[in-house]
């Protein structure tokens, strides 16, 4: 079974802090990581796509991958409370028509004005 | 463009009834997708569609059915309903080359 750990949360930061969520994966042949945020009651939205170690910058946005640790993250800096919401952490084997991703529980995040 | 659209919006089933779950998208998208959403859960794979014509099974697929009639449609069908099925429903879709999955608004379903 290939799995998607997200376990630390919920997270409660302060407005202008850096958040930090963490995520965990365990198919080691696993080639495309995401995080989308789902606000309450809504669709989740992918905000960041990541393919190769290292980090990769949109706006306050960081994603960071490390394949041999097996573990990907996501960073907001400046945290704003319009950045309250739930982060899934997505990741897919597969390339090409049968890319299928696999969702963690998420981690719920809560910026405190 | 409307986007991923999905209806209902909201369903009460009682056990054993049946319904289908309406998805549509106008972007011309190849890949289609039906994920459930329990509470506090990620959202779980049930059916996908690579093309009009072709389905495939996901994570959770027992109690469901699909099909993929015409690139714009994919409709999901769920018999006898049971408690179990209770949980919030997501469609996606996207296009050949990109990884980016778009998400329609949902249908909120309770058997009871």
């Known amino acids: 079974q290939k799995e998607v750990e997200q376990n630390s949360g919920p997270l409660s930061v302060p407005e202008g802090a850096i958040a930090s969520l963490n995520c965990t994966y365990s198919d080691r042949g696993s080639q495309s990581f995401f995080w989308y945020r789902q606000y309450s009651g809504k669709s989740p939205e992918l905000i960041m796509s990541i393919y190769s170690n290292g980090d990769k910058e949109d706006g306050r946005f960081t994603a960071q991958l490390n394949k041999a640790s097996q573990y990907v993250s996501l960073l907001i800096r400046d945290s704003q409370p319009s950045d309250s919401a739930t982060y899934l952490c997505a990741v897919s084997r597969d390339t090409g028509a049968n890319s299928k991703l696999t969702f963690g529980k998420g981690i719920t995040l809560s910026v405190r004005p | 463009n409307a986007g991923v659209t999905q209806t209902p919006k909201f369903r009460i089933l009682k056990i054993g009834q049946s319904m289908t779950l309406q998805c549509a998208q106008d972007?011309?998208?190849?890949?289609m997708y039906w994920y459930r959403q329990d509470p506090g859960m990620g959202l779980k794979l049930i059916y996908y569609s690579v093309g009009a014509g072709i389905t495939d099974k996901g994570e959770v697929p027992n109690g469901y059915n699909v099909s993929r009639s015409t690139t714009e449609d994919f409709p999901l069908r769920l018999e006898l309903a049971a408690p179990s099925q209770t949980s919030v429903y997501f469609c996606?879709?996207?296009?050949?080359?990109?990884?980016?999955?778009?998400f329609g608004p949902g249908t909120r379903l309770t058997v009871t």
């Open positions: 996606a879709s996207r296009t050949w080359g990109s990884y980016e999955q778009y």
């Open positions: 972007m011309n998208h190849n890949y």
